[in-house]
Structures are given as structure tokens and as C-alpha cells.
């Protein structure tokens, strides 16, 4: 299949290049910085940018699916920019008469109370759903891997302090899936019929909590940490808080911390085990593979 890649440059992006090179599928690798970015070989690349439709002339044309991986967490104005560059991509898919997309989106426990990250995740599913092609979403938590962003925040905690006032999310559960799961999952779907138009959580084997993780993160690098939730922190605090304990840009940060009160695991009916079984990573040997690059 000639399959394009929307985001070819990211962390899960360019991760996903080698696996489709590998599974025998041909790829262009599409985002701003396509052509200065080092794929390889076979891989065609094409620089545009969502944000600015003149470079969009030809995205789609015969591309038999799409992997849809944008977000623009750095902009205040992420969900604007978001539901826009989305109806353009799924204009341009359409009228190309693309398949199949695919689009790894976020899980929330409650969909009632959503942060504005993960509104704006499902903000992007409901305007792609409206496509003339077969949509498949699948939702991740935190993705372990080396350079995800939501990985760095919980590895820069446990750098910082041995002692760590956290706010109280810490104890949330959630259920992150390694960066291997997540890529083997996005790949076998294009060849399972049955996923043509479904939403389907993926996960790691077993749930976890902030705390948890932070705990098992803290121990593979021989570090110990004494974490202390506190039962409210003000806003203030908060961002000031994020601003000492981690690197990751702070316009990311913040959303994804917002995120973080909610419980975030695996629904067990909308599990894409339950279609394509894999034998997944375990968190330990997740963390310990991201730690060690
Ligand atoms: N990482 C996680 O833990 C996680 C968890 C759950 C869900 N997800 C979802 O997985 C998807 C991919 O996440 P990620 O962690 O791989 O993100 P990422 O590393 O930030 O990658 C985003 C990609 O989008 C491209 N991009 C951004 N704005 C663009 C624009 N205006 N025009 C063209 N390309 C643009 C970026 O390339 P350039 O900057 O070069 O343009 C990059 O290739 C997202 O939908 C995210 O919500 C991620």
C-alpha cells in the first residue's frame, strides 16, 4: 500500500516510517520539516504545513491511507488550530479518495468532564469521522518511549527532587503503552478489515497510577524519591510547580498536567486486543528500554 504518514517527524511518526518500510508499504512522510529531515531510503517526503493551505497541493493524491498524528499543543489556541488543519486534511483525503485514516487519539476515563487536550482529541475524531473515508481511531494515554513528551514529564520528576510534592492526580489511574505496542497496533490495523471505521483503546497489560510510575521510573535509574501528594494545589502553584520539574515546553506541559486528573485506562469492550492480540510490554521493560534509548 502507499500509505502517508501526517506528522512523519514526530516521536510516534517517525517511529511508524520504519515499521510501514518495513511491513513492505510504501510511505510519504509528510510535516513542516519533511524535506530536511533524515528518513530512509524509499521514503518520499513532502513538506507543507496545515497551517498554510498553498502547501497542501497534492497531499493525498494516490495515497491508498493515512496515518493522521498533528496536534498543536505549543499554540494557546491549540483546539482552533487543531479542528482547522483536521477539516483540511479530511478535505484533501476525500476529494483524493483515500481508503482508509487513522488516527491515534487520546483516552479519557469520563467523557462527560474532558480536559481541553483531550476535548480537542475528540474534537479532531468527530471532524475526521465526517470524512469519505474509513476512519479508524485508536486512543493512548501516556506512550513510553524515548522523546514523547508525556514520558519526559514523568523522567524530568524524577531528576528533580528526592523529596517531590506532587499535586494529588499522582494517585489517578492510568494505563500507558509502550512505544513498540502502540506502532505494532498502528501498523496491523491497516491489514485487519474488521477495525475499517472503529475506535478502540490500546494499553499496556496492566494499570498503573502517576505515583506508581513515577516509583518504577525513579527505581530503574537507581533513584529513590519520597512522593507526597498534596490535597490541593492552586493554579499558581501548579504552573510554577510544572515550571521546576520538567523541561518539556511549558505550553505543552500544562495541557497534558490538566490531563492528568482523569483517569485514563483501557475500556475493556473497546480493548483492540480484542481484534489484533499482541503480546504486550510490560511498563517495567517499557521504561527501561525508553530510559535506555
Ligand atoms: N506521545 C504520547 O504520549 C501520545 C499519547 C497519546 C496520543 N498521542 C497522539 O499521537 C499523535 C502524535 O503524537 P506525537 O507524540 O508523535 O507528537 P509530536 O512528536 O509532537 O509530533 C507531531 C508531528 O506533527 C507535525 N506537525 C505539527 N504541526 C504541523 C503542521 N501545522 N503542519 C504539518 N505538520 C505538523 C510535526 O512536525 P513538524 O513540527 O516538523 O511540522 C510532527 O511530525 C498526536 O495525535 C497525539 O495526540 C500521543
Not at 8 to 37: I, K, M, Q, W
Not at 260 to 271: A, C, F, G, N, S
Amino acid at each position: 500500500m502507499r500509505v502517508l504518514i501526517v506528522g512523519a517527524t514526530g516521536f510516534v511518526g517517525s517511529r511508524l516510517v520504519e515499521a510501514l518500510l518495513e511491513a513492505d508499504h510504501e510511505v510519504v512522510a509528510f510535516s513542516r520539516s519533511a524535506n530536511s529531515a533524515e528518513f530512509p531510503d524509499g521514503v518520499e517526503p513532502f513538506e507543507g504545513d496545515l497551517g498554510d493551505p498553498q502547501t497542501l497541493e497534492g497531499l493525498c493524491e494516490g495515497v491508498d491511507a493515512a496515518y493522521y498524528l498533528i496536534h498543536s499543543l505549543t499554540a494557546e489556541n491549540f483546539a482552533e488550530l487543531d479542528r482547522t488543519y483536521a477539516r483540511r486534511f479530511r478535505e484533501r483525503a476525500s476529494a483524493a479518495g483515500v481508503d482508509r485514516v487513522v488516527y491515534l487519539s487520546g483516552i479519557s476515563g469520563d467523557e462527560r468532564d474532558l480536559s481541553p487536550h483531550l476535548a480537542s482529541r475528540r474534537e479532531v475524531e468527530s471532524v475526521l469521522s465526517a470524512g469519505e473515508f474509513d476512519l479508524t481511531v485508536l486512543r493512548a494515554a501516556i506512550i513510553i518511549g524515548t522523546d514523547s513528551t508525556s514520558f519526559r514529564i514523568v523522567d524530568d520528576l524524577t531528576d528533580r527532587l528526592p523529596v517531590m510534592t506532587v499535586p494529588k492526580w499522582v494517585r489517578t489511574p492510568c494505563q500507558p503503552v509502550a512505544a513498540d505496542d502502540a506502532i505494532t497496533y498502528l501498523v496491523d490495523v491497516l491489514d485487519a478489515e474488521a477495525t475499517r471505521g472503529g475506535t478502540y483503546d490500546i494499553g499496556a497489560p496492566s494499570v498503573w497510577s502517576y505515583q506508581s510510575l513515577l516509583r518504577q521510573t525513579a527505581d530503574a535509574k537507581g533513584k529513590r524519591v519520597l512522593i507526597v501528594p498534596v490535597p490541593v494545589m492552586s493554579p499558581e502553584l501548579s504552573s510554577y510547580w510544572l515550571r521546576l520539574t520538567t523541561d518539556v515546553q511549558y505550553a505543552i506541559a500544562r495541557p497534558l498536567v490538566e490531563s492528568m486528573r482523569h483517569p485514563v485506562t483501557v475500556d475493556p469492550e473497546r480493548d483492540l486486543q480484542n481484534v489484533i492480540p499482541i503480546d504486550r510490554t510490560p511498563v517495567e521493560r517499557a521504561i527501561d528500554r525508553a530510559l535506555t534509548g
